[in-house]
């Protein structure tokens, strides 16, 4: 930190190689690199990107009190330390300021018990291990990361991907229900995952891990760590354009923008077309930047990630993060359709792709049903119907 700026310097290897960790700030050449603003507590914003928000950070700042210090006495490269190697993305940061030893299984019913009691600003037995699992963790609801063997067994994830008797497991993340959620928010986050496949909505694998005490944890495999010891460069919309999570800053013009000057591809243009659309008909309006991201691969070549926390949500004040053509309530076809054709998207396109959506949202009540969705069934119902009338 110098002058309450972060300075970044590339090493040789990152320059010989020219791979663009950040793809549209901070070029990988020689010399110091101060952080553009303080708008990030004075990091990049593709190193903001790597500290946890909300329940990630409700959880270091308690495993630290617990240890006699102050989360506010750290500066923002201390706090990257606390990371380490638990982050979303191939970013890892040394030396890695609570490492510890994570136990042979878990118990998913209890780790939900014990994020209640943390969410409530309780004491709880377990602080320790949901710290470790899931104190790198972006999003408002709790989640830890976990890794799932082919028999269904569950280790820590990040660092157990192969366990010692050379079983693969694969990385996944589970949600649990923050204190303002429904009892059922598992199966509605998945029932809302089934609609966007059906829309043709890139989407990582999910699905309902089965409880004792409810109707099942929502899961999703972790599109960052696509096999055993792999990762991949993450960076969100926000990190990318530097935008913060916490206000309404960037719309989806955008978005569309930022997705064409990233991956210079149409494909992924007509993707993030389509996921907007998506938002908008499904009333998914907590759609902020960092609820978007692209991942880089070996060659330095970025697309579009999968779609990700696609839920029912009124979004704040009853409206979209992000608008379309200047509205966020009520957002009619006639202003996706002008948003598409100043993208380059055909009308036969932008007309298909709707049909798609629309189709795909028809199918609710059964996805509702076939996930055991109760609570939420006439709440999202009575939302989908209003938006699409809305809509025309």
């Known amino acids: 930190m110098a002058g309450g700026l972060a300075q970044l310097e590339w090493s040789a290897e990152v320059i010989a190689e020219g791979l663009t960790i950040s793809p549209l700030r901070y070029p990988v050449e020689p010399g110091l690199h101060p952080a553009r603003s303080r708008a990030f507590d004075g990091l990049h914003g593709f190193l903001s990107d790597c500290l946890p928000d909300a329940w990630g ?7 630290l009190q617990q240890m006699g210090h102050r989360i506010a006495d750290l500066d923002p490269v201390d706090r990257l330390a606390l990371v380490g190697t638990r982050g979303r993305g191939a970013l890892i940061f040394q030396p890695e300021a609570l490492a510890g030893e994570a136990p042979d299984s878990i118990d998913l019913d209890a780790l939900a018990e014990e ?23 972006g999003g408002a609801r709790p ?33 649990f229900a923050a204190t303002n959620d429904p009892a059922d928010i598992g199966p509605l986050e998945e029932a809302y ?13 999910t699905k309902l891990i089965s409880s004792a005490t409810g109707p099942g944890h929502f899961a999703t495999k972790r599109f960052d760590r696509p096999t055993p010891g792999k990762r991949l460069h993450m960076v969100s919309l926000g990190g990318v354009l530097e935008a913060s999570p916490h206000m309404p800053s960037v719309d989806y013009d955008g978005f569309l923008k930022a997705t064409l000057a990233i991956t210079h591809s149409m494909a992924d243009v007509e993707q993030a077309f389509r996921r907007m659309l998506f938002n908008v008909l499904s009333r998914n309006r907590d759609d902020h930047v960092r609820q978007h991201a692209y ?11 999968p779609a990700f926390d696609l839920t029912f949500s009124n979004g704040p004040g009853g409206e979209h993060y992000m608008a379309v053509q200047g509205e966020g309530r009520t957002i009619t076809r006639e202003h996706v359709e002008t948003l598409g054709k100043i993208h380059g998207v055909s009308a036969k396109r932008i007309a298909a792709i709707i049909e798609d959506v629309r189709a795909a949202l028809a199918d609710w009540p059964t996805h509702a049903r076939e996930t055991g969705v109760t609570e939420s069934m006439a709440t999202v119902s009575e939302g989908l119907d209003s938006v699409a009338q809305q809509f025309g």
């Open 115 to 137: 994020a209640r009691h943390v969410l409530l600003g309780e004491e709880t037995e377990l602080e320790a291990l949901l710290a470790r699992l899931g104190g790198g963790s």
């Open 57 to 63: 950070m409700l959880l270091l700042k308690r495993r």
């Open 143 to 175: 989640k830890v990361h976990v890794a799932i063997g082919a028999d269904g067994s569950l280790r820590a994830g990040d660092e157990l991907t192969v366990a010692g008797d050379g079983e693969i497991s694969e990385e996944w993340i589970v949600k």
């Open 295 to 305: 991942l880089m691969d070996d060659r330095g070549d970025w697309r579009l990630a």
């Open 193 to 205: 995952a089934k609609m966007a496949r059906a829309a043709q909505i890139d989407m990582a694998e």
